[in-house]
T-cell receptor
């Protein structure tokens, strides 16, 4: 079992729709969860982080965390073609005192005009 | 604020050759990370420094990879000798501290192709 799992996609949504990206993790003690966006040929950039169960909203982005189910998701409302990228879920294990990020393989999102 | 700088941006070498990458983190960031990202995969941590000391190098192939951060600022990552499977993007990242809530900022990466 991979430590952080994502569906590689591609996930295709029409412009203006809600894109839902999902991630599961294996370490029940994980404390910190991050979503990075990576455009083709570019480096990852942080979109959101979430530490507590529930929802966290930032503009068109909402991160959702359910520690009991070991599940974290990212919702993108009113998707735009510029949102087309690979979205990486990353987790810091609860046992880690180094801040080491464990990344999933990423989900490719395609937003079609 | 200047971001994480890396050089070179691209490198093509033949197998068994050596190569070195350079990284300059964001000013004031004590923690520096080197990641390897193979096409289609997420980044994988190779080595983490706190100032000039190694915090985690558990996934660094030490028979061929080495890294240093002598003065606690710039860092170099070396591969010697390179193998075909080392073809990847090598990302450097930095953060202010190494806590579990610290954001990591990534550099543009060095794209390595081993022929």
């Amino acid at each position: 079992q991979k430590e952080v799992e994502q569906n590689s996609g591609p996930l295709s949504v029409p412009e203006g729709a809600i894109a839902s990206l999902n991630c599961t993790y294996s370490d029940r003690g994980s404390q910190s969860f991050f979503w990075y966006r990576q455009y083709s040929g570019k480096s990852p950039e942080l979109i959101m982080f979430i530490y507590s169960n529930g929802d966290k909203e930032d503009g068109r982005f909402t991160a959702q965390l359910n520690k009991a189910s070991q599940y974290v998701s990212l919702l993108i409302r009113d998707s735009q073609p510029s949102d087309s990228a690979t979205y990486l879920c990353a987790v810091i294990h609860g046992s880690s005192n180094t801040g080491k990020l464990i990344f999933g393989q990423g989900t490719t999102l395609q937003v079609k005009p | 604020e200047a971001g994480v700088a890396q050089s070179p941006r691209y490198k093509i070498i033949e197998k068994r050759q050596s190569v070195a990458f350079w990284c300059n983190p964001i000013s004031g960031h004590a923690t520096l990370y080197w990641y390897q990202q193979i096409l289609g995969q997420g980044p994988k941590l190779l080595i983490q420094f706190q100032n000039n000391g190694v915090v985690d190098d558990s996934q660094l192939p030490k028979d061929r990879f080495s890294a240093e951060r002598l003065k606690g600022v710039d860092s170099t990552l070396k591969i010697q000798p390179a193998k075909l499977e080392d073809s990847a993007v090598y990302l450097c990242a930095s953060s202010f501290r190494r806590t579990e809530k610290e954001t990591q900022y990534f550099g543009p990466g060095t794209r390595l192709l081993v022929l």
